[in-house]
């Protein structure tokens, strides 16, 4: 928990996952699969903008899944739920992509385009925006993937630098290196096509 | 300072609360070009920022599958700590045999020796 929060300023959303928690690491199952019926979805957005392909990304949120509830009593509580998950998402993501490259002999940056299926967007989203998101979204999975883990993490999850480099098994600085190349590549892409315009006036 | 300068590094400064050289904001602050370079930067990050609230809708048997999953690893887990369970039952049960079966034959080589002794002195 923030050291500036107290349980009574949190959200009641927040209090009823605390409380779901707490219940799954006294081994309730049923609390741990209302648990994944509460995040699933953002786990599995999380898990295909890291990989960038829909079977892959399915992979990774049941591997993630079962990591928690392995590994749920050694949750301290000390940070959101939400932030464990995207850990060990970002975990078994990137233990995934490296066993699929060293299995399958393909390159990381060989995955294939996703199709990006129905999107809920916010409703002060305008059209115009929403395109544009699309773009840098698409942008992102252009990225290849050791890129694409590091920025995914850091600008759009807010991890810091050492929970990324702690996940990814590398150097905080090499978390940096990783993450301004990513940044410079998406700024490139965007530019190519002007997007950075439209995006500059839409976001 | 030059802009190439400013270009290159323009992904770390980005960063909130990272420390800016003194040079370069001094270079930031009077080149218009840089200005909207950073401004871009910025835009960028805010757009990625923006993707975190947008989620993608997984197909309808991932949770069901995902939940299945974890039933299976639940009975896995039972059926582990179930057999690990008996053969610590199993363990236990020869163990006190052995140590029933070491008493009894101290018994019986104590008794025959001691009616041994009796019949010599006898």
């Known amino acids: 928990m923030p050291a500036d929060q107290t349980p009574h300023d949190r959200p009641p959303g927040q209090m009823e996952l605390d409380r779901l928690v707490a219940s799954a690491r006294d081994g309730d199952r049923p609390a741990f699969d209302e648990l994944v019926r509460r995040t699933y979805v953002d786990t599995y957005t999380l898990a295909m903008r890291l990989t960038a392909d829909e079977e892959d990304a399915r992979d990774v949120v049941q591997e993630a899944y079962l990591r928690a509830w392995k590994g749920i009593d050694r949750f301290r509580g000390d940070a959101r739920f939400s932030t464990w998950m995207y850990r060990i998402t970002a975990n078994a993501a990137f233990t995934h992509l490296e066993r699929r490259r060293r299995h399958r002999h393909e390159t990381l940056d060989a995955v294939g385009e996703p199709a990006e299926r129905a999107v809920s967007a916010l409703?002060?989203?305008?059209?115009?925006?929403?395109?544009?998101l699309d773009?840098?979204?698409?942008?992102?999975?252009?990225?290849p993937p050791k890129l694409r883990v590091v920025v995914v993490l850091r600008d759009v999850y807010d991890l810091s630098h050492a929970e990324i480099a702690e996940e990814l098994s590398i150097s905080e600085s090499a978390a940096k290196v990783r993450l301004h190349r990513a940044r410079r590549k998406l700024r490139d892409a965007l530019s190519e096509d002007s997007g950075d315009e439209k995006v500059a006036r839409a976001v | 300072m030059r802009c190439d300068d400013v270009a290159r590094l323009l992904p770390e400064v980005v960063e909130a609360g990272a420390p800016v050289?003194?040079?370069?904001?001094?270079?930031?602050?009077?080149?218009?070009?840089?200005?909207?370079?950073?401004?871009?930067?910025?835009?960028?990050?805010?757009?990625?920022?923006?993707?975190?609230?947008?989620y993608l809708e997984p197909s309808p048997t991932l949770l069901a599958q995902t939940l299945a999953?974890?039933?299976?690893?639940?009975?896995?887990k039972a059926v582990r700590s179930l057999l690990s369970g008996r053969r610590l039952?199993?363990?236990?049960?020869?163990?006190?045999?052995a140590v029933a079966a070491a008493a009894t034959t101290v018994v019986i080589v104590t008794r025959s020796r001691r009616r041994s002794g009796f019949s010599l002195a006898g």
């Open chain 1, 123 to 132: 409703p002060e989203e305008s059209a115009q925006s929403a395109e544009l």
């Open chain 2, 21 to 54: 050289d003194l040079a370069l904001g001094s270079h930031v602050e009077t080149c218009l070009r840089c200005q909207a370079e950073l401004a871009r930067y910025r835009r960028m990050l805010r757009g990625l920022r923006a993707l975190r609230t947008r």
């Open chain 2, 69 to 76: 999953a974890l039933e299976e690893e639940s009975e896995r």
């Open chain 2, 89 to 97: 039952a199993y363990a236990g049960a020869i163990g006190g045999a």
């Open chain 1, 135 to 143: 773009r840098l979204s698409a942008a992102v999975r252009e990225l």
